[in-house]
């Protein structure tokens, strides 16, 4: 049995596609010939981007570039309707674009919690409803979004995202039901401690919040993960492509963990 995508002629929308996860799930895409529409704020990392994507063999697939602050409800609008005047159609949505900040809890403030929550809880479940409804006519629909495994594993320093990542995980199961019933298919995938520049940032906001250095910050993290590997961005998105294939056509509201096997509960 050869695993065959068959996701060619599709199109995508990526969030946060300028670099990390995102990055690497919008390369991937492209490579298996899906139009791909990235959407994130730095236009210098977008034109980046786009040209590291262009220079991949593919099979004809196309990538834009979307400026978007998607903390803003009318730039998620600008996404889907960019996409849809572009490429007619929207058969996959990449929820990605998320930036909470570390830190101590005592030392946290209110805009903390509320940046947090605004860029990646409301704004995964906005791109839901703005994408849904043209899925929805066309009868099929394939979503993953990239959540994190503090949603289900909460650490002191890091509560502003992993209660916006805890009430995505809910969202995501909750909102599969309904889903369904238009063949649309919704799927999260929580990664660990995955090599990308968010990681970098994390762990130096994590040394900052307790004193030690961001070597020590690195070694305690690689020490607490029982197979003692950081994740590479394209694992995620080697899961995100099947997730989004047939080969997963029976799967919906699951959520898969890359961790390394460090989630300590069932
Ligand atoms: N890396 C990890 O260890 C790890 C672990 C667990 C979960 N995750 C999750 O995986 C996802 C991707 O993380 P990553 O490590 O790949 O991050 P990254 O390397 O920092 O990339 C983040 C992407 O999101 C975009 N972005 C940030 N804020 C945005 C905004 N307001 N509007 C639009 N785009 C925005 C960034 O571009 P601009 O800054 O130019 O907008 C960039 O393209 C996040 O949801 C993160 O929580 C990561």
Redesign the pocket.
């Given at each position: 049995m050869s695993l065959e995508l068959k996701l060619s002629g599709k199109t995508a929308i990526v969030?946060?596609?300028?670099?990390?996860?995102?990055?690497?799930t919008a390369k991937a895409l492209y490579s298996e010939g899906v139009n791909v529409a990235?959407?994130?704020?730095?236009q210098e990392?977008?034109d980046r981007?786009v040209a590291e994507i262009q220079s991949l063999p593919t099979p004809g697939a196309k990538v834009i570039a979307i400026s978007?602050?998607?903390?803003k409800a009318e730039?998620i609008e600008k996404v889907v309707s960019t996409t849809l005047a572009q490429f007619n159609q929207i058969d996959i949505l990449i929820n990605?674009?998320?930036?909470?900040r570390a830190g101590s809890f005592l030392e946290s403030t209110d805009d903390l919690f509320l940046d947090a929550w605004n860029?990646?809880l409301l704004?995964y479940i906005r791109l839901v409803r703005a994408v849904v409804p043209h899925q929805k006519s066309r009868g099929d629909g394939r979503i993953v979004n990239?959540?994190?495994?503090?949603g289900r594993t909460p650490r002191p320093n890091f509560l502003a995202?992993g209660t916006s990542?805890a009430a995505l995980l809910n969202f995501t199961k909750g909102i599969s039901k309904e889903l369904a019933e238009y063949k649309i298919r919704i799927n999260a995938i929580?990664?660990?401690?995955?090599?990308?520049?968010?990681?970098e940032?994390?762990a130096r906001q994590n040394a900052q919040a307790q004193g030690i250095t961001v070597e020590e910050v690195k070694a305690q993290n690689i020490q607490s993960i029982p197979l003692k590997r950081?994740?590479q961005?394209e694992e995620?998105a080697a899961l995100a492509l099947f997730l989004v294939s047939d080969l997963a056509a029976s799967i919906t509201g699951t959520e898969i963990i890359v961790d390394g096997g460090s989630t300590p509960g069932v």
């Open positions: 969030t946060g596609g300028s670099a990390g996860i995102g990055l690497a990235i959407a994130s704020r730095n990392r977008l981007a978007a602050d998607l903390t730039d990605n674009a998320g930036s909470a860029l990646k704004g990239i959540i994190g495994g503090a995202g990542n929580s990664p660990g401690a995955t090599a990308t520049e968010r990681a940032t994390l950081i994740a961005p995620i």
